[in-house]
């Protein structure tokens, strides 16, 4: 996130300096290369690299000399109690306290829990007047809401801008200024206190969290009782109200932000009492629709069998494998002694360090499939969209196709052929088998599979 709106901040016309301390990292920014796969960024990267206007450092003085804005976009991961973890938002805070040789304003583009930003100007207020110098350091809540994968294009046309800015006329110009070039294309800015900035971030990933599970929660039953979650979504979706977006079932959501942030909630529901039951369930069911999915796969798999995986990103555009459904289900198969072949677009660099050569990388998805029992397809990449069900057929060894996104068309799947396993699709539509196991198979998915989480 920090790396995009440097970038995007630089393309606006300011002058920007992207501070961080991966060494690495800035050497690879520094040479025009992107560290992460984002559409457009490079190039932009590039372009203002070469025009003076964004340049990288890892030295903080360096960095702060004569800013006027610092933008601080630290990673918040979740902690086991599933609170934000908050020791680099404040570690940060109070690293610039400590340099600080001016006045200038402190933006959290973090996504933090309500309270951080009045934390963070305490401590910065405590560390100031220890050094005895009386530089004024308000912070302003500014959370982010960019999408991987389409960040560059977030940054530029957000739906809207959420500063969180308590009495502060000179701090709330100063984001004005900055933001000036998206405003101007009519994109709104929206001023509050910075305790409803801090919650609007987590509402609305919690919100759309919701969503999805809550049409995941419906598949079950459309799996029972013979209805099929994609024309029940698309019957829903058209009513105005409800939208047709974050409708489509599939594993669940994964990646670094949804996760977190709903976990995030939860834990500040605990911690202050007051009850969050639709945020609990919503966690609930993503883990639920998850294990459900890998107990149907187990419970089809014969022993030492070859799975080919389709997509290892937690979703497409992007090589982020934060919290992905791969991250899970690999070590998983991979302990009940099957062989993988995997194939991504872009995220196969990452894969390498995090299965090393525990599983076979391939550079297309028929390769991946090659003499495979069964393929699954994780992430739903435009690639797999073309593929050729009928080659598909004649090129694995088995015949289940598992569609974890829904992206195939259960008739055309049957028609090559193979058995398909779509997720809420019930069995009165199925020619041959569906995610709804056999009951024998259903007392193996009775037992909950322990998923071990691959942090990374
Ligand atoms: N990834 C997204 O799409 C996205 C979108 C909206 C909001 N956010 C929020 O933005 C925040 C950052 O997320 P991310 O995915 O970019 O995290 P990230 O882990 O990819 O990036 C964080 C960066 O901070 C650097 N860092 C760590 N300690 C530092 C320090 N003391 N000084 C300077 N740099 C330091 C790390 O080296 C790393 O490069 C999170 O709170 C997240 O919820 C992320």
Not at 25 to 52: D, T, V, W
Not at 132 to 161: K, M, W
Not at 322 to 345: E, K, N
Not at 425 to 452: N, Q, V
Request: net charge negative; aromatic share 8%.
């Amino acid at each position: 996130m920090g790396l995009t709106t440097a970038v995007c901040f630089a393309e606006f016309g300011h002058r920007v300096i992207g501070m961080d301390i991966d060494e690495k990292k800035i050497a690879m920014i520094q040479s025009g290369k992107s560290p992460i796969f984002e559409p457009g960024l490079e190039e932009m990267l590039k372009r203002n690299l070469e025009s003076g206007r964004l340049t990288f450092t890892i030295d903080l003085t360096e960095a702060l000399h004569e800013t006027l804005v610092v933008f601080s976009a630290v990673a918040t991961p979740p902690n086991e109690d599933f609170s934000a973890d908050l020791r680099i938002v404040y570690q940060v805070c109070e690293n610039v306290a400590q340099i600080a040789d001016h006045n200038f304003v402190f933006v959290n583009k973090s996504t933090v829990p309500i309270g951080t930003g009045s934390e963070c100007e305490e401590r910065i207020a405590a560390i100031l007047e220890k050094r005895g110098v009386s530089y004024h350091i308000p912070v302003i809540s500014n959370p982010e809401f960019l999408r991987e994968g389409c960040a560059v294009t977030d940054t530029f046309q957000p739906d809207r801008i959420i500063v969180g800015v308590n009495n502060n006329p000179e701090a709330r110009e100063r984001m004005e200024e900055i933001y000036r070039p998206v405003t101007r294309t009519k994109k709104p800015i929206l001023f509050m206190n910075r305790e409803s900035a801090e919650i609007v971030k987590y509402a609305s990933n919690a919100f759309l969290a919701t969503k999805i599970s809550f049409v995941n929660m419906l598949c079950e039953l459309c799996e029972k009782k013979g209805a099929n979650i994609r024309d029940v979504t698309h019957g829903m979706g058209l009513d105005d109200r409800i939208g047709s977006r974050f409708l489509h079932a599939g594993i669940g959501y994964g990646g670094s932000c949804f996760p977190k942030d709903v976990k995030a909630l939860i834990a500040l529901s605990r911690e202050t009492g007051i009850p969050m039951p639709i945020v609990e369930a919503t966690h609930e069911i993503n883990e639920r629709q998850r294990q459900r999915f890998f107990q149907a796969l187990l419970s089809t798999l014969p022993k030492r069998a070859t799975v080919a995986v389709w997509g290892l990103s937690f979703k497409p555009k992007t090589d982020d494998m934060r919290d992905a459904p791969s991250c899970d289900l690999i070590p998983l198969l991979l302990a009940a002694g099957h062989t993988i072949r995997v194939f991504d677009p872009v995220a196969m660099e990452n894969a390498k360090k995090i299965f090393g050569d525990g599983i076979t990388y391939n550079s297309s998805p028929m390769e991946a499939a090659q003499g495979a029992d069964t393929v699954i397809l994780l992430t739903e990449w435009d690639v797999f969209r073309g593929i050729h069900l009928q080659e598909l057929k004649s090129t694995l060894k088995g015949n289940h196709l598992f569609d974890g996104r829904n992206v195939y068309e259960l008739r055309e799947v049957t028609k090559a052929g193979l058995t398909y396993h779509g997720i809420g699709i019930g069995p009165d539509h199925c020619y041959t088998t569906s995610i709804f196991p056999s009951s024998h198979e259903r007392s193996i998915e009775s037992e909950p599979i322990d998923i071990k989480r691959i942090d990374h």
